[in-house]
């Protein structure tokens, strides 16, 4: 396949493997967190952990924006799709989250007008048809800083045109708020960080600094493709066993130090941090995500609408919290690929794409894969 075969070569696979084997030290686990979803889903669709030394652990991060969103936000969601004369659209992950009233499909079977969008200027788009001009279209926003730069766009599209039947949801959340938070999480030791790729392309490597510089961990910024992840670890054992802790970018393709100033200052004029969020299995975070700015007040559905705005308790067999902070594996659930699969998911984890649950069921890694030292060790 044109300009992806490179990223694929077994014998570059294999070379950087032989080159983990020589970094490490026999008996010495290196516990590494991969922050981003799409990077688990990535390690197991090709087997790559097959290929690590046993001495390197993989830890999954917080980075799937739809396994972080709590069940209060999603029957938010559910109370504006049910408010007559509203259309509420979002991207498909969101449909099948549950919340506490059960998910936004189930809101669409009991009558709901729920629908699928690609992006924020597609739900901008259903408002601008003119179709239903009294329908009130409002779009779901989610994602990290990675989404956050279309939604801004579409903030300032929408009050270009005028446009006064539609609105945004905002729930992006930021990257730094949780990571600081699992480094702070005593007990829970992370030893180095592959750096989320999609964000960075955001917000530039940079932003890392503060792992390296307060906390003591190296990190790497990492591509997707099986050769780019392998590359990242190799480089990450390369610090460690040098005595090094930098923010390093294997990513160069695509990332950049100081990030896109133009999506940044898009995002920076439309939405400022909110003063606190909750997070599913972070509880409530200060700063660590967005809102709509004043001047775009009449866009902003926490304004337009009455929410419930309730905290609720995920169920109690769900540990899509401990998965979320790399404290246990998916198969360590006890509903894992039972109560719990892609089709009836109980947890966040287990519906995105993205999900760390979801990478495990989907690949067949369904118990152990061979004995790992507890996370905390
Ligand atoms: Fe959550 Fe289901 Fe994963 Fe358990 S198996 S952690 S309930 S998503």
């Known amino acids: 396949m044109r300009y992806v075969d ?43 952990e097959e290929l690590l030394p046993q001495e390197v652990e993989l830890v999954h991060g917080p980075g799937c924006p739809v396994c972080v969103i709590p069940m209060g936000r999603v029957d938010d969601a559910i109370a504006i799709a049910e408010t ?86 905002c729930n992006h959340v930021l990257i730094e708020p949780p990571l600081r938070a699992i480094l702070e999480t005593p007990g829970l030791r992370v030893d180095a960080f592959v750096g989320p790729g999609h964000v960075s392309s955001v917000i530039g490597t940079d932003a890392y600094r503060f792992i390296a510089e307060e906390y003591g961990r190296p990190v790497v910024v990492s591509a997707f493709e099986p050769v780019d992840l392998l590359q990242s670890i190799a480089m990450l054992l390369r610090q460690l066993a ?10 160069t393709r695509v990332v950049r130090p100081e990030g896109n100033a133009r ?40 304004r337009l609408f009455a929410l419930p705005g309730a905290r609720i308790e995920d169920p109690k067999a769900c540990r899509c919290g401990e998965v979320l902070t790399g404290q246990i594996k998916p198969w360590e659930c006890g509903v894992f690929g039972t109560a719990c699969t892609p089709e009836r998911p109980l947890g966040t984890c287990m519906v995105s794409s993205e999900g760390a649950c979801a990478a495990f069921f989907s690949y067949g890694r369904l118990r152990a894969p061979r004995e790992e030292a507890p996370v905390g060790a």
């Open 263 to 302: 999506a940044i200052a898009a995002i920076a004029e439309t939405m400022e941090p909110r003063e606190d969020f909750e997070w599913r299995g972070l509880g409530v975070l200060p700063r660590s995500a967005l809102q709509v700015r004043e001047p775009f007040a009449a866009l902003d559905a926490e």
């Open 6 to 48: 490179e990223y694929r070569d077994p014998a570059l696979a294999r070379s950087l493997a032989a080159e983990m084997r020589s970094l490490v030290t026999p008996g010495e686990v290196v516990r590494v967190m991969e922050v981003c979803g799409g990077h688990t889903h990535a390690i197991y669709r090709h087997g790559l």
């Open 242 to 251: 040098e005595g090094r802790c930098e923010v390093e970018n294997q990513y």
């Open 84 to 169: 007559d004369g509203v259309t509420l659209a979002t991207f498909g992950d969101m449909l099948r989250v549950p919340g506490g009233r059960g998910s936004l499909l189930e809101a669409k079977a009991r009558g709901a007008d729920v629908r699928m969008v690609y992006s924020p200027l597609d739900a901008l788009a259903l408002a601008l048809a003119g179709q239903e001009p009294d329908r009130h279209v409002c779009f779901f926003a989610i994602g990290f800083e990675t989404t956050a730069p279309a939604t801004a766009v579409t903030l300032l599209r929408a009050r270009a045109e005028r446009v006064s039947n539609f609105s945004i949801f």
